[in-house]
């Protein structure tokens, strides 16, 4: 870990809050719990137990592994159904093939991102290829879930392949860290993914002792969740460590973490995702595969999925 990376960031563009900037507190850190998805394969939690009102447009963020699977051992997840919000899924290590029945799909790598936009409907499986199978190896990636609007909940369903090649990679002021900016816009530099809900997500990897601080918009949450290593989070220090979540407060335009000056033989640098989002302040309905705004919306969607509305398996696939 991590896939994308450069030998020399300095050469890349730099990144840093205004001298003036204030920076938002740390509100809580939550400690994610571990379970399984799909056939099998191991997660943690990462939003568990956080109000939705301090995630809002998020619903929910898994972290897949990291495991090393033995031969035979790779799991995927069965043929499901979606609608109401976008699945992003972000893979570290290993490899993914994603197929939908609205003809999207493709296969993702290290470093690679697809960007399922489920809207109205549709049924998508997401497994190992073959021969990874076959091989075993290592697994390590995440699955970040994006609320809809009501006014984008019934459109039609979009799917975007994002190669590690495309992030916008930057580096913080002194090159201690490094950026991968996935969506969104960050002191003027844009990530590759488009969304209809404005969000901001990287994946960020800070040296040893290392500090960033970087420009955050004022209207927008704030999160961030550790992948590996240990450090701290905003101006007062506060520790957080690998599968951690901190929220942060409102009122600043800046977020500060910092990577202790030990970390673990396995992991030599503090890996973290930043999230942020424009909040939509509607009211949020979660059953299962469906997040819509009301009761009514998730018995249609349920309703319509027996019904075979929300699409079949392909042919080929069955």
């Known amino acids: 870990m991590p896939a994308v990376?450069?030998?020399?960031?300095?050469t890349l563009p730099r990144v840093a809050a205004p001298v003036a900037a204030h920076a938002r507190p740390v509100l809580a850190v939550a400690t994610a719990p571990s379970g399984f998805e799909g056939e099998g394969f191991p997660v943690r939690r990462a939003f568990a137990g956080i109000d939705y009102k301090h995630l809002d447009p998020f619903i929910m963020m898994d972290q897949m592994g990291e495991v090393e699977?033995?031969?035979?051992?790779?799991k995927g997840t069965p043929w499901h159904p979606h609608r109401g919000f976008e699945t992003?899924?972000?893979?570290?290590?290993?490899?993914f093939v994603h197929r939908d029945s609205h003809g999207g799909g493709g296969v993702i790598n290290d470093g690679d991102t697809q960007w399922m936009t489920a809207g109205s409907g549709l049924l998508h499986i997401e497994a190992p290829p073959e021969s990874l199978v076959m091989s075993g190896g290592l697994f390590h990636g995440l699955q970040l879930w994006v609320n809809l609007p009501k006014s984008d909940k019934m459109m039609a369903p979009r799917y975007q392949d994002i190669g590690?090649?495309?992030?916008?990679?930057?580096?913080?002021?002194?090159?201690?860290?490094?950026?991968?900016?996935?969506?969104?816009?960050?002191?003027?530099?844009?990530?590759?993914?488009?969304?209809?809900?404005p969000i901001t997500m990287m994946h960020v990897t800070v040296n040893p002792g290392a500090e960033l601080t970087i420009p955050w918009r004022k209207d927008f949450n704030a999160l961030a969740y550790a992948l590996a290593g240990r450090g701290?989070?905003?101006a007062e220090g506060r520790p957080f460590r690998m599968g951690q979540?901190?929220?942060f407060g409102s009122g600043g335009d800046s977020l500060t973490i910092r990577a202790d000056e030990s970390q673990e033989s396995r992991s030599p640098n503090f890996e973290v995702v930043l999230l942020g989002g424009l909040p939509i302040r509607e009211p949020m309905m979660h059953y299962g595969p469906f997040v819509?705004?009301?009761?009514a919306e998730l018995a249609q969607a349920f309703e319509?999925?027996?019904?075979?509305?929300?699409?079949?398996?392909?042919?080929?696939?069955r």
């Open 5 to 10: 990376t450069v030998e020399n960031p300095l």
């Open 69 to 74: 699977y033995a031969p035979g051992e790779p």
């Open 88 to 95: 992003v899924t972000y893979l570290i290590d290993g490899t």
């Open 164 to 197: 590690g090649g495309q992030v916008k990679l930057l580096t913080s002021g002194d090159g201690g860290a490094l950026l991968r900016l996935i969506a969104g816009d960050l002191d003027g530099h844009n990530g590759p993914g488009i969304t209809h809900t």
């Open 232 to 234: 701290s989070a905003g």
């Open 245 to 247: 979540a901190v929220v």
């Open 292 to 295: 819509m705004n009301t009761h």
């Open 304 to 317: 319509d999925f027996q019904a075979g509305r929300l699409g079949t398996i392909p042919a080929d696939a």
